[in-house]
């Protein structure tokens, strides 16, 4: 099958080396403008030929929308869209016309249909992703109506970790989207690529701002569906949502995200690079008058002339937040906290960076996606996301955090044994032009399909309550 979604469907179409790729995103709302300049922009993020960490295949990649938007603004009707394949050297893969590559999915193509195109992997290749994205993008001019942002960066490169902070900033202006310690990331790119191998890749997208609900208890589950949109992905060998593998380390004391009013309007979104107040142990800060090492800094000392149970919280300062461990936080002054963490605020917090400081409106607590996030505007709260945003399969109105890992690019240019169709065995030699690391790419792939399924579960989650489906036709026949 082709299509993929429920409610909002991208069916694509074309091979690597056919005349073009395209897409019809299908159940997209009428009435939504249609920003092409967005959706090329996202298109040049993914485009081949761009850097020396990627293929050296130049396409323009320039998405021409064909219906399903009149005047800028999308009809309801099926938006269909191609993205011309300009640069083809087919005879680079002549070849391989009867080997099968190790590591690409040729063999089982030809098990499958009893025919495959050889051409750069055909239906099976990379190139057809960028349909994706731009499907992704569409989608994401939807989500931008609902304040709900994607973001991904790469987390690691072989064995080079981006560290226990997730920069998105940096991944923003990163020649290779990282998240953290991009030139040894880099290094490790050119390495395996000046050796005519490859190295695999680990990419974090998190999803902030989308409601609580979204999804269904048990055939169509958020983290299901978003998992499966991963695995789509090719190159993709496993998904982690949450702590992922770690939970099954841990206890259920550890592993459990406690709840309290206390957290309740905290909104991570509006807090970038951020840390978690809560300790270890999950225990709150009831009692944090006294001074103590939270995520391996220094929480400094309450000094309050409140009386005893007051909620009066103007008069805490003092606050140091100069020895966080993730170095994003300067001095503070002017803080404000009651013993309530509710009550907690942060009068005038600057950013190390220079990037701004934190108003007197927004909570104290700063939520990293592997550990702090409360849905905005809400009367409940969680003190930590070690589910990473869903509950039951269902989103709790936290981050969701998703890890995707991408195996090493198959198409190498080293000598490789293999086999015919014939089964005769034979030494494998490529040419052509191919990715070292197809996780950098593959970081604005994981956004494209996060927002996919986003987009999806939110207009599946119109129909989940009769409240849902009053309103919408007593709007309807106004």
């Known amino acids: 099958m082709n299509t993929f979604g429920r409610k909002l469907t ?39 030929g761009g850097s020396k960490f990627a293929t050296a295949r130049s396409e323009g990649d320039r998405v021409e929308i064909l ?18 394949n300009e640069n083809q050297k087919s005879g680079d893969y002549e070849n391989l016309r009867e080997l099968f590559r190790p590591g690409h999915a040729d063999y089982a193509y030809y098990r499958k249909f009893g025919i495959r195109d050889h051409r750069g992997g055909g239906r099976s290749s990379a190139r057809e992703t960028a349909v994706r994205v731009a499907g992704g993008a569409i989608a994401q001019i ?3 109506e609902f304040g709900v942002s994607v973001q991904s960066g790469v987390a690691s490169v072989g064995e080079i970790s981006c560290g226990e902070r997730l920069d998105f900033d940096l991944a923003a202006r990163s020649e290779i989207f990282s998240l953290g310690n991009e030139e040894a990331m880099k290094e490790a790119i050119l390495k395996a ?8 890749a680990s990419v974090v997208t998190v999803i902030r701002g989308a409601p609580a609900g979204l999804g269904e208890g048990l055939y169509y589950k958020f983290d299901a569906a978003i998992a499966a ?11 982690e949502i949450g702590e992922g593998i770690n939970a099954s380390k841990m206890r259920g004391s550890q592993n459990n995200d406690s709840m309290s009013a206390a957290y309740a309007h ?7 690079h951020g840390v978690n107040f809560s300790r270890g142990d999950n225990s709150t800060l ?14 400094g000392e309450f000094k309050s002339d409140a009386s005893e149970n007051s909620n009066d919280s103007s008069n805490l300062k003092n606050v140091n937040l100069n020895s966080f461990s993730d170095g994003s936080f300067t001095e503070a002054s002017e803080n404000s906290k009651s013993d309530s963490p509710a009550n907690f605020k942060v009068a005038d917090v600057n950013f190390a960076d220079g990037s701004g400081k934190i108003s007197k409106e927004t909570n104290g607590f700063f939520g990293s996606a592997s550990d702090f996030c409360s849905a905005k505007n809400d009367k409940f709260g969680f003190a930590s996301n070690h589910a990473g945003g869903t509950l039951g399969g269902m989103t709790s109105g936290q981050e969701i955090v998703i890890k995707t890992h991408f195996k090493p690019t198959p198409s190498i240019f080293l000598s490789q044994p293999t086999q015919n169709v014939r089964g005769e065995d034979v030494i494998c030699e490529l040419r052509g032009r ?23 579960m939110m207009l599946l989650n119109l129909s989940a309550n009769l409240a849902n489906l009053k309103k919408i036709y007593a709007e309807m026949s106004k």
Do not use: W, Y
Request: proline letters at 3%.
């Open 286 to 299: 009831d009692d944090a008058g006294e001074q103590s090492n939270l995520n391996g800094g220094k929480f």
């Open 193 to 200: 690529k000046q050796e005519h191998d490859s190295v695999g």
């Open 434 to 456: 191919h990715d070292p690391c197809i996780g950098v790419r593959g970081s604005v792939v994981a956004t494209a399909m996060a927002r996919l399924v986003t987009a999806d």
């Open 10 to 48: 991208l069916t694509t179409f074309g091979e690597s080396h056919t005349a073009a790729i395209g897409g019809v995103l299908d159940g997209f709302p009428a009435g939504v403008r249609i920003d092409l300049n967005f959706i090329q922009s996202e298109l040049d993020k993914r485009k081949p």
């Open 266 to 272: 905290v909104n991570s979104a509006d807090s970038a």
């Open 229 to 239: 949109a991963m695995m789509g992905i090719n190159g993709v060998k496993a998904v």
């Open 67 to 84: 219906s399903g938007v009149f005047e800028g603004v999308s009809t309801g009707t099926p938006i269909g869209f191609i993205i011309r």
């Open 142 to 144: 939807l989500l931008n």
